[in-house]
Each structure stands twice: as C-alpha cells, then as structure tokens.
C-alpha cells in the first residue's frame, strides 16, 4: 500500500453538534480527504442518529466530498433524498439487503459513488459478485451503531482478504476501514491493505484539537 495515498474521512458521529460546521471547516483546513457522514435508524443498529438535513446542511459548509454510511433498513427508499442532499458516495451494507445489486445500480444511476459496508462477523467472500460494480468496500472494525468502540483486531485478516480481491476483481476500487480507528490500530489496517480511514472520536474527541489529532493519525501510517 502507497501510505502517502492514504486518505482520512472523520467521522462526524463524534462532533460537536452544536458547532458542526465550524468542526467539519477546521477537519478541512486539516487536510480531512472526505467526510463520513453516520445514519442511523434504531432499527438495523441500536441507536439513532441524523438524516439527510444534517448532509444538505453540511453541503454549503465544505468542497470535500460527504459520504454517507447508510445503517439502516431499506435503504433504498432513502437513496434518492441522501442523493439530492448533497451525498456523493453512498455506502449500503450487505447485511440484510436482498437485492444489494440493485441497491448498488440505483446508487450509481444518481451519479453518486457506491460503496458496499460488511460488519465483523460477515466474510469477505460475500463481496465476490458485487465488488466490479463497485467504487468502495467499507469493512467495519466494529460492529455497526457507536462510536469510541474498541477496535476488533481479528478483522485484520479478513482487510488483507479483501485487499487481494480488489486487486484481482477491481484495482482502484476504495478499501476504508471504520471503528476504532486511532494512532494505534491505523498502521495495522494500512499494513494490511486500507486505503481509506474513518476516525470519529480519534479525530474530534482529541483534547488538543482537530488538526493535531488529524497530524498523529497521518503521522502514524507514513
Ligand atoms: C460506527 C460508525 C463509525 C463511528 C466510528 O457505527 O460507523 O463511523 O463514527 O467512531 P470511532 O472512530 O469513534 O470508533
Ligand atoms: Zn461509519
């Protein structure tokens, strides 16, 4: 893995809602590659999140690309709203979805990116079928709902699994990581073949602030 290609998404699970875009501004002029906007529903994961109102009024906030983790149920009735939001990538997850490649077409047929999410208990071996049509394999590093979670270290081998079928099936494709991603766990996700990063509470529940915590984490892979 080129480490200086690696890319950082904070996740704004962990902000403070109450100066959001001043938060997602500062994690900008850190140089944050994209932002990782969280959904939840109470339903596929224990706990409630934000909509797309949050996404259409962080888009006049930031030029970085907001992307939007969809944990919830039937996300196909949402797609379209995400999409004229402002969402640029959206992210399904293969758990529960019985119709992924639909879900996948019609993401693509709103112009935005696709990606494809898989929780810690699901094999790599699920992405085989889907992965050419996608821009994106999210493989979560703990199981789906909150944030400041411990990383789950036995999902190390499966990033490398995943990594080598992107080579083989669709090089250029997106392999982010996401859940208890910090200084420590980062340099083990890019050793094994991440690309990508997702840190919430890494990034903006450090108590030196946004851009020294966004200064470690890169430091951290380089
Ligand atoms: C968890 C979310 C994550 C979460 C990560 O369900 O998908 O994006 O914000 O938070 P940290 O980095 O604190 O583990
Ligand atoms: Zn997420």
């Known amino acids: 893995m080129d480490k200086a290609a690696v890319k950082l998404a904070p996740s704004i699970l962990a902000a403070d809602f109450a100066r959001l875009g001043e938060q997602v501004a500062e994690a900008e002029r850190a140089g944050a590659d994209r932002i990782h906007v969280d959904v939840m529903d109470g339903h596929f994961v224990p706990n409630i999140s934000m909509g ?5 009024s962080l888009r006049p906030v930031t030029r970085l690309p907001l992307e939007t983790h969809l944990m919830i149920s039937d996300p196909d009735l949402y797609l379209d709203e995400f999409a004229e939001a402002g969402s640029d990538s959206l992210l399904v997850h293969w758990e529960g979805n019985n119709n992924l490649h639909r879900t996948v077409q019609r993401v693509k047929a709103l112009g935005k990116r696709a990606g494809v999410v898989i929780n810690p208990a699901t094999p790599a ?12 394999v999210l493989v979560m590093t703990v199981n789906p709902g909150f944030g400041h979670q411990h990383f789950i270290h036995t999902t190390l081998p499966k990033i490398r699994r995943v990594r080598q079928m992107i080579e083989q099936i669709k090089p250029g494709c ?9 200084a420590t766990t980062a340099p083990l996700t890019v050793d094994a073949g991440a690309n990508v990063l997702v840190a919430g509470s890494a990034i903006f529940g450090d108590n030196e602030g946004i851009a ?3 200064k470690r984490l890169r430091a951290s892979v380089d």
Do not use: N, R
Request: aromatic share 0%; proline share 3%.
């Open 125 to 136: 071996s699920v992405l085989e079928e889907i992965l050419q049509d996608v821009d994106q």
């Open 212 to 214: 020294a915590a966004m």
């Open 174 to 182: 997106d392999l982010e990581v996401d859940g208890g991603i910090d």
């Open 52 to 56: 797309p109102v949050i996404v259409q």
